[in-house]
């Protein structure tokens, strides 16, 4: 009687065993988890893996959409578009077996992406204790894409959840990211969602599929740039170890005298396996969580490329239009997988149609940062000021908005911790640009000048009509240049919606710059009657 009993337990338990081998877990995309944000107003991609045919059907807020997974064991549903929705409710996804996410709200999700300065976290920010401790805002949530690279094709999965604003939480969230969102936020009372695409030290061809890269005219020079750095790299590893060494012997000492570590730590050189690479965190990081419906995107990059302006004039939109394109193509509805055949199918057999296509609603909003005023060992230089001009130069793409920050950096920390500003005027952008309000975002930009008799040049603004505004006793950071190209300071007053310059060493001025250096100095103080500052320009192309 008892080995009838362990017979009949063991062929239970094998068809059990079998049953799950014959039927695969239902899962959802990394992306979705407890706490999501779906973005109001726009069908919401809703997607994850299964059983090959296994039928699956998603709920949420009275909708219920029912579908299977392909032959690749794929499988997707769009949720029609929605209001905003700050109370939360169940995401629940049902086929061999249930998911159920908890806290699920809608509003406006942003795709934050770029290098260290939108990494940098709140704890490290101005006044982070008081920041955290007053960051109660149950309805911004961050996910944090954990950084990964893939090589050549998408990688399976991100990792990461969504997390809730809160004291304890605020601290590890995106400066940059919080503060635009807190300032969303509070204006326009709707939960906003911060997607967290971050890595430090990137380039931005690392940022881009090869595809967006070889439309390019600097593919070829990409690529052999990185074959060198590859090449290069044995030798650069091994420098860098023996002073990393030497480093750590100081370190050491340091520390056992109770004085802080030496700030001259080696950074690391590029190489095989590591983020400057080209496309690798393209594949690693954007590419997995594309098609999550997005509000738009916000980018703070461009330190890495620093002396590569050239290139930057055209990567940079290269970028643009590839996420946009990548996120439109995506946004396309699922061909419902084929029924099961259990007959064979005639020619004339046509797959079902797909669901109509909304009118595209223009292309997604683009926001970013321009570079921050950062000596670099040079301020006088002008590799920084020839960066943040290629950036500016983007501005010619549609539905694209620069938030200045020419005014805020530090001479001597590559990291600018008063993010709160930077958040500001992203939201600024934002609210101007994105949302239709009324509200000031740009400071003055230069219009057009022209040259008076008695040598002065006088310079006309954009952006001014609430007037010029001189912070100190007397406008600087404008220089003149006559016909021997060097670059003199000039007097400047405001006359107007103008600035009149003129010098007494150039007495005929062929060009004006203004803040065009790595670190203006003097302060570069021309702002508008919002405060916000005159964004750096030269009318010359030397």
């Known amino acids: 009687m008892r080995l009838r009993r362990r017979l009949a337990l063991s062929l239970a338990l094998g068809f059990a065993l079998l049953a799950g081998a014959l039927h695969a877990e239902v899962k959802l995309a990394a992306v979705f988890t407890d706490h999501a944000v779906l973005q109001r107003d726009a069908a919401v991609p809703v997607w994850g893996t299964a059983k090959r045919g296994e039928k699956i059907t998603v709920t949420f807020r009275g909708q219920t959409l029912a579908t299977k997974a392909d032959r690749d064991g794929r ?4 949720l029609a578009p929605m209001p905003a929705q700050p ?7 049902d086929g061999a077996n249930t998911i159920t996410l908890r806290d699920v709200v809608v509003g406006d999700v942003w795709f934050c992406s770029g290098q260290s300065n ?3 976290p709140v704890r490290l920010s101005d006044n982070a204790a008081t920041e955290a401790g007053t960051a109660r805002f149950p309805l911004i949530r961050h996910f944090k894409v954990a950084t990964q690279l893939a090589h050549g094709q998408p990688a399976a999965a ?24 807190r300032d969303l936020h509070r204006d326009l009372g709707v939960p906003i969602g911060i997607l967290d695409v ?15 890269l070889a439309a390019t005219p600097h593919a070829a020079s990409v690529a052999k740039a990185w074959s060198q750095t590859v090449a290069e790299y044995p030798a650069k590893k091994a ?8 480093w750590q012997k100081r370190a050491d000492a340091a520390q056992a005298a109770g ?21 690798v965190t393209w594949f690693g990081m954007v590419a997995p969580v594309v098609p999550y419906a997005i509000r738009g995107f916000v980018w703070y990059q461009g330190e890495s490329n620093v002396g590569r302006e050239a290139e930057y004039r055209d990567l940079f939109p290269a970028l643009i239009t590839g996420w946009r394109d990548a996120w ?5 509805p699922p061909t419902p997988p084929e029924e099961p055949r259990k007959k064979k199918r005639t020619k004339d057999a046509a797959p079902p149609p797909a669901a109509p296509v909304p009118p595209a609603a223009g292309p997604l909003p683009f926001l970013f940062v321009q570079l921050p005023n950062y000596a670099d060992n040079n301020p006088a230089g002008t590799a920084w000021a020839r960066l943040r001009e290629a950036q500016a130069a983007a501005l010619a793409l549609p539905a694209v908005g620069m938030a200045v920050t020419i005014d805020i950096g530090e001479s001597a920390n590559l990291h600018p911790p008063h993010k709160q500003e930077v958040g500001r005027r992203l939201a600024l952008v934002a609210r101007a640009q994105v949302y239709g309000q009324g509200v000031d975002a740009a400071g003055p930009t230069y219009a057009d000048h022209t040259f008076d008799a008695d040598g002065a040049v006088r310079i006309r603004f954009s952006n001014a009509e609430i007037g010029l505004v001189c912070r100190g006793p007397r406008v600087q950071g404008f220089l003149l240049a006559g016909a021997d190209r060097v670059f003199r300071p000039a007097e400047a007053r405001i006359e107007g919606d103008a600035v009149v310059v003129r010098s007494a060493t150039v007495k005929t001025p062929m060009a004006v710059r203004y803040a065009f250096a790595n670190d203006p100095l003097p302060d570069a103080n021309l702002y508008n009657g919002a405060g916000l500052p005159a964004a750096p320009f030269r009318t010359d192309n030397w």
């Open 118 to 120: 939108i990494e940098w």
């Open 87 to 93: 109370y939360p409710a169940d995401l629940v996804v």
């Open 328 to 332: 439109t193509a995506a946004a396309q």
């Open 259 to 279: 004085r802080p570590e030496p700030a001259d730590k080696p950074w690391r050189p590029a190489g095989p396996g590591l983020p400057e690479e080209p496309s």
């Open 158 to 181: 991100v990792q990461g959840s969504w997390i809730t604003c809160s004291p304890e939480t605020a601290p590890h969230f995106s400066a940059v990211g919080f503060f635009f969102a």
């Open 239 to 246: 420098a860098h170890d023996q002073k990393m060494a030497e």
């Open 75 to 78: 499988w997707r549903v769009d």
């Open 198 to 212: 971050t890595w430090g030290g990137t380039p931005i061809e690392s940022w881009l599929a090869p595809a967006m």
